[in-house]
């Protein structure tokens, strides 16, 4: 059983990325999955989040109107695209996944990919 995050890189302010979560050895559509990011010297915040069905989707306020989470089923994937990057969103992205439902808690997640750096500077 294992989560990937893979995605990041540099961009410019204003710019965008789409991260991508896969797994394997599990159905992710089983499975709430969130993006958590975490800058250096800051607590680890939840960005994202969506339930397992029926359906629930989380933004957290500093990213709304900005990012959209979605799931792709077929390629057993979650996704973040991101939009009109900003240079605080600079950190590393993890994806995680816990059964059902979302919950901004980082403990209470059971499986977390490794990482993948976003790098938002002109």
């Known amino acids: 059983v294992q989560l990937q995050a893979s995605g990041g890189g540099l961009v410019q302010p204003g710019g965008s990325l789409r991260l991508s979560c896969a797994a394997s050895g599990f159905t992710l559509d089983n499975y709430a999955i969130a993006w958590f990011r975490q800058a250096p010297g800051k607590e680890r915040e939840r960005v994202s989040c969506?339930?397992?069905?029926?359906?629930?989707?989380y933004y957290a306020e500093s990213v709304k109107g900005r990012f959209t989470i979605s799931r792709d089923n077929a390629k057993n994937t979650v996704d973040l695209q991101m939009n009109s990057l900003r240079p605080e969103d600079t950190a590393v992205y993890y994806c995680?996944?816990?059964?059902?439902?979302?919950?901004?808690?980082?403990?209470?997640?059971?499986?977390w990919g490794q990482g993948t750096l976003v790098t938002v500077s002109s």
């Open positions: 995680a996944a816990r059964l059902r439902t979302c919950t901004l808690v980082p403990e209470l997640y059971e499986y």
């Open positions: 969506v339930s397992q069905s029926p359906t629930k989707i």
